[in-house]
């Protein structure tokens, strides 16, 4: 599975119960990485693509369980840990700013073993600069 996920400065993800953050060019970018494949997701998660047409969408509280190898599982406010052993790839979407935040991405990525191999900057709608850092182990 590929872990894709959106973080503050400080690895942050949620506050109060609710994602930092969102950003409608970072939707677009995540769906045309994604359309020749499946894309896995939770209820919470799905509510910001509802105005989306994307087939590969697939929406399932238990969707790391679900996820097969290659698949993408867009994580907003749940622990990857127990899942890391599937993971064959981590995409980080990085706000380049910090939020408040009680929900961090759980991965240490340095002793994990996880190797930066891509990132690339790119505008958003509400973020003048968006970094996506792609890790392999």
Excluded at 66 to 80: F, I, K, M, N, P
Excluded at 100 to 121: I, M, Y
């Amino acid at each position: 599975m590929i872990i894709t996920a959106c973080v503050d400065n400080n690895m942050g993800m949620m506050f109060n119960h609710r994602r930092q953050s969102q950003d409608r060019v970072l939707r677009e970018h995540i769906l045309e990485a994604t359309k020749d494949g499946k894309l896995w997701m939770n209820h919470y998660s799905a509510k910001q693509f509802s105005e989306n047409d994307a087939p590969q969408i697939n929406v399932d509280d238990n969707f790391m369980s679900e996820a097969g190898d290659g698949e993408y599982c867009l994580v907003e406010d749940c622990d990857v840990t127990p899942y890391l052993r599937w993971a064959e790839k981590i995409i980080l979407y990085r706000w380049n700013r910090r939020y408040p935040a009680d929900q961090t991405f759980s991965v240490d990525l340095a002793e994990g073993g996880w190797k930066l191999v891509h990132t690339e900057d790119f505008a958003g709608s509400s973020h003048d600069k968006i970094t996506e850092d792609i890790y392999t182990r």
